[in-house]
């Protein structure tokens, strides 16, 4: 604890979460996104044994979307040829909101595609997600 008082203070939960995948509706059967961007940043040396300056390269972007397989299987419906695979590049806005709060923070993932369709079932499972890895070219967060 840092030793202040609660002020103003609710987190970002999961209920606060509204995603939309290629389209105005929200996704219900979703318990889980993840989303990063990682640039290569590297030293760069001159005289002595120490950096004398800093260059950024690539940005390069990973998401993951778990689905209940319910939902994975109407996606695929629409999907041509049923794959996934097949769909045409698409974005994905998560947006949340805490109650009380007046702004909406809301990152896109643009250009979206999924790698592969998998499904995996174990004895005593009593409902079924799926974890569907994207490539996404860009990030925009808190737009």
């Known amino acids: 604890m840092n030793g202040i008082p ?3 203070g609710e987190e970002y939960s999961w209920g606060d979460i509204q995603v939309l995948l290629a389209g105005p509706t929200p996704i219900t059967g979703i318990t ?3 989303y990063s961007d990682e640039q290569e940043v590297v030293d760069n040396y ?3 044994r120490y950096a004398v300056s800093r260059s950024k390269g690539r940005i390069s972007c990973a998401a993951k979307i778990t ?3 319910s939902e994975v299987n109407a996606l695929a419906k629409q999907a041509p040829n049923g794959r996934l695979q097949d769909f045409a590049a698409f974005d994905i806005v998560v947006s ?3 109650d009380g ?3 909406v923070v809301q990152d896109i993932l643009h250009n979206c595609q999924f790698k592969k369709n998998e499904r995996s079932w174990s004895e005593g499972d009593t409902s079924k997600t799926v974890d569907l ?3 996404v070219s860009h990030i925009g967060w808190n737009h």
Request: charged content about 10%; overall charge negative.
């Open 32 to 34: 889980g996104i993840e």
């Open 133 to 135: 890895e994207l490539v």
């Open 46 to 48: 001159g005289a002595g």
């Open 101 to 103: 709060a007046t702004a």
């Open 6 to 8: 609660l002020i103003n």
């Open 96 to 98: 949340y909101i805490p």
């Open 67 to 69: 689905l209940y397989a």
